[in-house]
C-alpha cells in the first residue's frame, strides 16, 4: 500500500458533519479523500466512477458530507452500470428515494462503487475493471456484491457508502472488510431505484449503509429514517450461536467464534448460547431460494430462465440455493403463495421464539475470506464455480458455503447490524451479524455500539 491503511481511528461522522460547516475545513476533506483514491484506487479498484469537487455551499445539515453509493442504485446525473462489462451511459434524471432524502440534508455524491454484474456474485469484478480487492491484502477478495463500497470505506477512500442486500450482499463484504453496515428491516426503508426500469422486488432486497464504525451507523440512520426517539430501550439479553460438531464453518472462523464469548463477558449484556437450530433447515433455504427466484425471475427473459433452469451442473454445485432459486425460475403462482404463507408462519414462529431476547449474535458467514477466484464459467454475468469449502460440516460448494448464515437472516426480515469480531490466520477480519428485532434499528445499534467497544477490533 502507498498510504496508511487502516487508520488507526477513523473521524466520526458526526464530527466531521460538524467541522465542514466551516468551507475550509471541508475543502481539506475532499482533498484528502482526491489523496487517498488517487494514491489507493490503482490497486484497490473499488469506483466505478468519482466526481470530487468540493460543494461551495451546500445546504442542509450534512453540510456538503461527501458519500458514495453502489452503482446500482440511481443518482441524478450519474449514469449507472450495474457491473456490466458494457455499462449504460446513459444518466439517471432521478435519484432513489433514500439518496435523495440524503441529497437535500446537504449530501454530495462523489463516486459510483462497484459490484459485480447485476449483483449476481459474492466477488467483486468483471472482465472489463478486474477485481475490487481486499484492503487488507490486495489478493483476497473484498466480498460482494457491495464489495466496491465495504472497499472504498475500509481503506479511508470513502466516508460512508451506500448499498444494498438480498442474500448478504452488504453483510458478506463489510464482514470481510473489516467495516460495518445497517441492514434495515425489510420495508423500512424505501428501496425504488435499486434496479433498472423502476423494476423492483417485493421482499429481501434493502437498502443500507456501510461505514467505519456503528456510532456512523446510528449518526446515519437518524437521518435515513428521519425520526429521532429519545429513549432507546437499553438492550438486556441475546442469545449467542454456538457452533455444534458439524458446523459449516472453517476452522479459522470457528477460532475467531470460540473467542467471542470472553469479549461480550465485557459488557452487561446476559448471554444465552443457543444452537439457533430452527434457523438452518432445508426448508428454511427451500422457500427463501424460490421466492428469491420467483422474484428475480420476473426480471429474466423466459428463455434466460428455460435455459438457467436445466443447467444441472448449477444444481449439483449448490443444492442448498442454487436449486432452489432455479425453482423459483418457474414462476409457479401456486407455489409462490404457499411460500410467501410459510415465510409470514416462520416469521412469526422465530419472533415468538426469542421473545425474550433483544437480538440474536451469529456469524455472516462460516468461510473466511479467500484469494480472488475465476468463475469455472461466466454467461454474461451469470457465473458458476467449482470451488468447495472445507467445514466441519464436510465440503460445501461456492454458494451454499457463502449463504449458510445469511439466507436465513435475510427470510427473518429483521434490521441486521454487521461489525467485525477479529482476524483470521491471514490477518484478515471476520464479522459477526447482530440481528435485532423487526423495526428496532435504534436498539440493536445500540447492542453493536457496546459489542465494538468490547471487542476494541483494531486492537485485536
Not at 461551495?56 to 452500470?81: C, E, F, H, M, Y
Not at 448460547?273 to 428475480?296: N, Q
Request: contains cysteine; hydrophobic residues 40%.
Amino acid at each position: 500500500m502507498t498510504d496508511t491503511f487502516p487508520p488507526s481511528q477513523p473521524a466520526l461522522l458526526s464530527q466531521i458533519v460538524a467541522d465542514i460547516h466551516h468551507t475550509s475545513n471541508r475543502q481539506a476533506l475532499y482533498a484528502a479523500l482526491h489523496h487517498k483514491r488517487a494514491a489507493l484506487e490503482p490497486q484497490i479498484n473499488a469506483f466505478e466512477a468519482r466526481r470530487e469537487a468540493c460543494p461551495d455551499a451546500p445546504s442542509g445539515p450534512l453540510n456538503g458530507l461527501p458519500i458514495t453509493v453502489k452503482d446500482q442504485i440511481a443518482v441524478a446525473g450519474w449514469a449507472r452500470g450495474f457491473g456490466l462489462d458494457r455499462p449504460s451511459k446513459k444518466l439517471e434524471r432521478t435519484s432513489a428515494p433514500l439518496i435523495a432524502r440524503l441529497e437535500e440534508q446537504g449530501a454530495e455524491v462523489t463516486g459510483k462503487t462497484a459490484l459485480p454484474p447485476n449483483a449476481m456474485d459474492f466477488q467483486t469484478g468483471n472482465t472489463r475493471r478486474g477485481p475490487t480487492t481486499n484492503p487488507h491484502d490486495p489478493r483476497y477478495t473484498s466480498g460482494g456484491s457491495s464489495g466496491g463500497g465495504a472497499a472504498a470505506v475500509a481503506s479511508g477512500m470513502s466516508v460512508l457508502d451506500i448499498g444494498a442486500d438480498l442474500g448478504g450482499s452488504l453483510r458478506l463484504p463489510a464482514a470481510w472488510c473489516g467495516v460495518t453496515s445497517l441492514t434495515p428491516t425489510e420495508g423500512a426503508v424505501n428501496t425504488a431505484g435499486m434496479l433498472p426500469k423502476g423494476q423492483s422486488l417485493a421482499h429481501f432486497a434493502r437498502i443500507g449503509p456501510i461505514a467505519a464504525q456503528v456510532r456512523d451507523l446510528r449518526f446515519i440512520w437518524d437521518v435515513m429514517a428521519d425520526e429521532k426517539e429519545n429513549d432507546i430501550p437499553q438492550p438486556q439479553k441475546v442469545a449467542l450461536w454456538t457452533a455444534g460438531s458439524s458446523a459449516p464453518c472453517d476452522g479459522m472462523t470457528l477460532d475467531v467464534w470460540q473467542r467471542l464469548p470472553a469479549l461480550l463477558g465485557q459488557t452487561n449484556l446476559a448471554v444465552a448460547p443457543d444452537p439457533m437450530s430452527m434457523l438452518f433447515t432445508a426448508e428454511v433455504y427451500r422457500m427463501t431460494g424460490e421466492i428469491i427466484g420467483h422474484e428475480t425471475g420476473a426480471l429474466i427473459p423466459a428463455l434466460i430462465r428455460w435455459v438457467l433452469r436445466r443447467d444441472r451442473k448449477a444444481a449439483r454445485q449448490s443444492p442448498g440455493f442454487l436449486t432452489h432459486v432455479h425453482q423459483g425460475y418457474r414462476r409457479d403462482a401456486g407455489q409462490y403463495a404457499d411460500n410467501l404463507a410459510d415465510m409470514d408462519r416462520f416469521r412469526a414462529e422465530t419472533l415468538s421464539h426469542w421473545a425474550d431476547v433483544d437480538a440474536l449474535i451469529l456469524p455472516v458467514t462460516g468461510i473466511c475470506a479467500f484469494k480472488h477466484l475465476p468463475p469455472t464459467t461466466d454467461r454474461g454475468g451469470v457465473r458458476h464455480y467449482d470451488q468447495t469449502f472445507d467445514t466441519a460440516a464436510g465440503p460445501l460448494g461456492y454458494f451454499d458455503a457463502l449463504t449458510r448464515f445469511t439466507l436465513p437472516v435475510t427470510l427473518m426480515g429483521w434490521p441486521v447490524v454487521t461489525l467485525p469480531i477479529g482476524r483470521d490466520g491471514n490477518g484478515l477480519p471476520v464479522g459477526a451479524q447482530v440481528v435485532g428485532k423487526p423495526h428496532a434499528e435504534r436498539q440493536v445499534l445500540a447492542l453493536a455500539r457496546a459489542l465494538e467497544k468490547a471487542i476494541a477490533f483494531r486492537g485485536l
